[in-house]
């Protein structure tokens, strides 16, 4: 949205420089900037008078003028056929840059020298419109630059608004807050509409088939209407507003669209086959042109404006090609009225139409507006394209809505935001914004309907707010108040995974969700997917049932960007039809940096592996159990189910190839995922205290050489089980596979730390320790003890 500072002026009386203004809006939650002045310095180009004019012999068309530019007399040659003698003009003269580019240059035509141009609006830049030239009022004042006369050197105030204040989509809106601002009065448009003889209701009649979608619809007949040109101030205002003027009857409506907010549609009566005016669902398959002359294709999501018969516009999009207003129009029916907001955007997309009017219906139009619109833009139409209007409104409002009451408390408002300030100081901005203010210590607060986004107290309280001022709010050191919430245990759980992952050098990613149904198969097989009703795109028609997805298309992404060494994790969602689970997916492929101390290696699945070690040293639970198991999608001999306290919580692995490549990946990748919930139900927040020991620890290295598919966990588990509590520590430090040992056979070595919190420990007892672990490993895995 952009609007003139001086439109705003006309409205409100202030002298605030834009800058000022700018800044006041954007501190009150409008975020808005200057804009420089249209047209930028368009020099050279003045005010002139015409005071000689005579025909080019030899020339049916051209004319010799000399123009009175203020400090010379300058002779031009002129084609246009409504030059006349003592005429106020638009000159340009020699170097002057026109709105194509053209510099003006001292030429002859037909024998005569031409040193300047007489413009129209389409030299300016201002209109197509190059039928003639521009004639300026009598009083203009001779020499004055035309950007100063025509009121173009204006500043622009762009808001780049919120979705929800769609009352800030017009002229009025963004003075209604400027004036509440400044704790001046909004003066509005001020307009006497008079009405001819005859009644409008007898020309037209008007009905709803479907309330809801458009709950109402008003409508004037304007007769003896005379298509032309629109008043300067008029065309002045869409230029400034980014509109290109049209004609009379469509600027006015474009006017009246950003003045109040609420959008219009003219159209011709007299090409209505049937006096009448019926809003109906489309029909599956009907045909429609739109003012565009685009010819779509409709379905019942679209609602139509018909005559009775055939559709004449879609409701709040875009009029149609068939009763559009032309220069042959002398009757025009006036619409005025107010469409569901979902029914519009269902419309506007099922068209791929984009208008001013279905951007305002979309947000959210004021249903009350409807007949001060019409009447304002009838009243326009009146003195500028002299209609007569005909008697009364046809308004068809079958359920009327009317304004929410909405209870206000100023000491609540006080408390959440941290402020003293006084009743009557929260009565006065409320009051400012126009809403009704009743009752003493509870206020009920009227709720006006050009503001559907407010409609709870802490709303209101936000209003109150951002008046104030968000700057003028006090700071404080830690969250306080009635609004205050403790982080919810989970938030707090995600955090501690995130400063894990990070503290390891992972970045975290995020994915959409959506996916490739063929592709995702690849990865999670024969698992269900959630379809997409209506899709963003044909090649993501489902949502991700594992974050295994994303991952994999972020490492595709990254390595098609020459980024090859990549460790990331993702927080993210899997969706199931049924269901939906929070999971934690990490992915690694190339190598790490090398380092002062040593060169960088690849990646391999134990780098995976370590980094969920110190995810569950984090969340104080036991370590993750790996499994051997196949696993979609990794290869065969590196896939692994997780396992947490006899739970599967997850998988890890090596992606198999022809799965990477699906992906584009041409390098190994290894990846985990594990299910949020299972994890976080195993969370133990603080851990205890354990003191420093007092006794020493008594070191031992046990070496033994098992079966090739036995398992380490399981021999980790069972050295645990025998140590009991005086084993502290258990670490795999060597594995050896090699002809010493034998085919199938491979070595493994374990260092283990015994300590007691209690006592000395004797090597007699430390021994047969060792020894019973020793006899268990025989009789369980048939394992031979490395001597030495």
């Not at 123009?67 to 246009?80: I, R």
């Not at 204006?154 to 769609?166: E, F, G, S």
């Not at 899709?535 to 595709?556: C, F, G, H, R």
């Not at 070191?699 to 502290?728: C, K, M, N, Y």
């Amino acid at each position: 949205m952009q609007v003139p500072y001086s439109w705003i002026k006309e409205l409100v009386e202030i002298d605030w420089p834009a800058q000022d203004l700018a800044e006041r809006l954007t501190v009150s939650g409008e975020e808005a900037e200057i804009d420089e002045p249209y047209l930028g310095q368009f020099g050279k180009i003045v005010v002139g008078r015409v005071i000689e004019l005579e025909a080019i012999e030899a020339s049916d068309h051209l004319k010799r003028a000399m123009v009175d530019t203020g400090g010379e007399k300058v002779q031009v040659v002129c084609g246009a056929p409504n030059v006349q003698l003592g005429q106020k003009v638009v000159f340009a003269g020699l170097g002057a840059e026109l709105a194509d580019g053209m510099i003006i240059k001292a030429v002859k035509l037909r024998g005569v020298k031409s040193t300047g141009m007489i413009c129209s609006e389409r030299e300016l830049g201002l209109t197509e419109d190059h039928s003639g030239i521009i004639v300026l009022d009598d009083d203009a004042p001779v020499g004055m630059p035309i950007k100063d006369y025509l009121g173009l050197a204006d500043v622009i105030i762009k808001l780049d608004l919120t979705p929800n204040r769609a009352d800030l989509l017009s002229v009025v809106g963004v003075a209604r807050d400027v004036a509440c601002l400044a704790g001046k009065k909004l003066k509005r448009p001020d307009y006497h509409l008079t009405e001819s003889g005859g009644d409008a209701s007898e020309m037209v009649k008007v009905s709803i088939a479907d309330p809801e979608a458009c709950p109402r619809y008003a409508a004037r007949v304007i007769k003896n209407v005379r298509i032309g040109p629109s008043p300067w101030w008029i065309k002045r205002k869409l230029l400034l507003c980014g509109i290109r003027p049209i004609s009379n009857v469509v600027d006015i409506t474009n006017l009246v669209l950003l003045e109040t907010g609420h959008p219009l549609h003219a159209f011709d009566y007299d090409r209505f086959d049937r006096k009448e005016i019926m809003v109906r669902r489309a029909i599956n398959g009907e045909k429609f042109i739109t003012l565009d002359g685009n010819e779509h294709t409709l379905n019942q999501e679209v609602l139509l404006i018909t005559d009775g018969e055939k559709g004449v516009a879609v409701a709040g999009i875009m009029g149609g090609l068939e009763s559009e207003v032309s220069d042959d129009t002398t009757t025009i029916l006036l619409e005025s009225a107010y469409f569901n907001p979902v029914t519009v955007r269902r419309g506007r997309m099922k068209l791929g139409v984009i208008s001013e009017s279905s951007n305002r219906f979309e947000k959210g139009a004021d249903p009350n507006m409807v007949p001060e619109a019409l009447n304002r833009a009838a009243y326009l139409i009146q003195k500028y394209a002299g209609g007569e209007v005909m008697g009364g409104i046809i308004d068809c409002y079958p359920r009327e809505i009317r304004p929410l009451k909405v209870a206000f408390r100023p000491d609540r408002a006080n408390a959440v935001l941290g402020t003293n300030l006084t009743k009557g100081r929260m009565l006065k901005i409320l009051q400012g914004l126009e809403f009704g203010v009743s009752g003493k210590d509870l206020l009920e607060i009227t709720v006006p309907t050009f503001r559907p986004d407010v409609s709870r107290e802490i709303d209101l309280i936000e209003e109150v707010a951002r008046i104030e001022g968000l700057d003028n709010l006090p700071t404080v050191e830690r969250n306080i108040g009635p609004l205050f919430s403790r982080p919810a245990e989970d938030d707090l759980f995600c955090d501690l995974i995130r400063r894990g992952m990070t503290a390891q050098g992972f970045d975290e990613m995020y994915g959409i969700g959506l996916a490739n149904a063929a592709l995702l198969s690849a990865v999670t097989g024969d698992r269900p997917q959630l379809k997409i009703l209506n899709p963003i795109a044909e090649d993501l028609t489902v949502m991700q049932n594992d974050v295994l997805y994303s991952l994999l298309k972020a490492v595709s992404h990254n390595l098609a960007h020459r980024n090859m060494n990549l460790k990331l994790f993702e927080i993210g969602k899997a969706f199931l039809p049924d269901s939906e689970a929070v999971q934690i997916g990490l992915a690694l492929t190339g190598r790490s940096d090398d380092q002062w101390y040593e060169p960088g290696r690849a990646y391999e699945f134990y780098h995976l592996k370590g980094a969920l070690d110190v995810v569950c040293e984090l969340g104080n639970f036991p370590q993750i159990s790996f499994r051997p198991e196949p696993v979609m999608p990794y290869k065969d001999g590196s896939s692994f189910r997780l396992i947490l306290e006899g739970q599967g919580i997850g998988h890890a692995g090596r992606v198999d190839e022809k799965v990477a490549r699906r992906f584009d990946i041409k390098q190994p990748v290894f990846t985990a995922v594990v299910d949020f919930a299972g994890l976080y139900s195993r969370h133990r927040p603080t851990g205890a205290y354990t003191p420093l020991p007092r006794f020493p620890a008594a070191p031992r290295d046990l070496a033994v050489i098992v079966d090739e598919e036995i398992r380490v966990g399981d021999i980790l588990d069972t050295i645990r089980e025998v140590g009991g509590d005086l084993l502290e520590r258990l670490n795999v430090f060597d594995m050896y596979r090699g002809r010493q040992i034998g085919e199938g056979k491979k070595s493994l070595a374990f260092a283990m730390v015994y300590r007691s919190f209690e006592r000395s420990l004797e090597n007699e007892e430390v021994a047969d320790l060792q020894e019973k672990i020793a006899n268990s490993l025989k009789e369980r895995f048939n394992a031979e003890i490395r001597e030495g």
